[in-house]
């Protein structure tokens, strides 16, 4: 069955400096893939999508890349600032209608 | 703005109990989703719809069911309510496909 993981230990980081998630996943050859960030007790915010045949995508601070041979994207924050603190999701398309497979998440920690 | 509007914030049901949670969304979307989630095991896909009294099975069906009537509007229903039902529902709507999805704010349910 698909498989996506994300690492589920929060990653630290100091302000200004870049922060790089990682999503990994398996059986599978997405379409596309997304990302959202998600603030406690609130839903998902979608912040980017990128298309299998995209190798990077940009969005202000933030950037994301593909890999479909390693099955690997990354999300980067450049600056990061204390309000960029929440977990963010990747989220693979599983095939039709939109579906999506979502990560646990990683929480990411900015502080001053 | 844009929205997807859950009825309830947090809802406390006993045992048995059948439950209803409602998703409207305001932007004439064609799919419409419900997820749970839980720590540790990120969104797990219930059910979905891609057009009026449409709905497919995602990957947790049992226990659930959905009704939508009108495109706006897309309901999660438990018919008999059990105690490890007890998570975050959120509702997502998108336009089509590749789109990001626009989620609700969640239901927190406890089933007591």
């Known amino acids: 069955s698909q498989k996506i993981e994300q690492n589920s230990e929060a990653l630290n980081i100091q302000e200004g400096k870049t922060a790089t998630l990682t999503c990994n996943y398996t059986?599978?050859?997405?379409?596309?893939l997304q990302w959202y960030r998600q603030d406690p007790g609130r839903g998902p915010v979608f912040l980017l999508l990128?298309?299998?045949?995209?190798k990077e995508k940009r969005k202000e601070r933030l950037k994301v890349t593909f890999d479909t041979t390693l099955k690997q994207s990354l999300f980067h924050v450049t600056a990061s600032q204390p309000a960029d603190s929440a977990t963010y999701l990747c989220?693979?398309?599983?095939?039709?209608?939109?579906?999506?497979?979502f990560g646990a998440g990683t929480r990411l920690a900015v502080h001053p | 703005d844009v929205k997807v509007t859950q009825s309830s914030r947090y809802l406390v049901k006993r045992t048995g109990e059948k439950v209803f949670l409602e998703c409207v969304q305001d932007m004439d979307h064609e799919n419409m989703f419900w997820y749970r989630q839980d720590p540790g095991l990120g969104l797990r896909l219930i059910y979905f719809?891609?057009?009026?009294?449409?709905?497919e099975k995602g990957d947790i069906p049992e226990g659930y069911s959905v009704s939508r009537e009108k495109k706006e509007r897309f309901s999660l229903i438990l018919e008999s309510a059990s105690t490890n039902q007890t998570s975050m529902y959120l509702c997502?709507?998108?336009?089509?496909?590749?789109?990001?999805?626009?989620f609700g704010s969640g239901t927190r349910l406890t089933v007591v």
């Open positions: 990128i298309r299998e045949n995209e």
């Open positions: 719809s891609y057009d009026v009294k449409m709905k």
């Open positions: 059986n599978y050859s997405p379409a596309y």
């Open positions: 997502a709507s998108s336009l089509e496909e590749t789109w990001g999805y626009t």
């Open positions: 989220a693979l398309d599983s095939g039709g209608y939109n579906k999506l497979i």
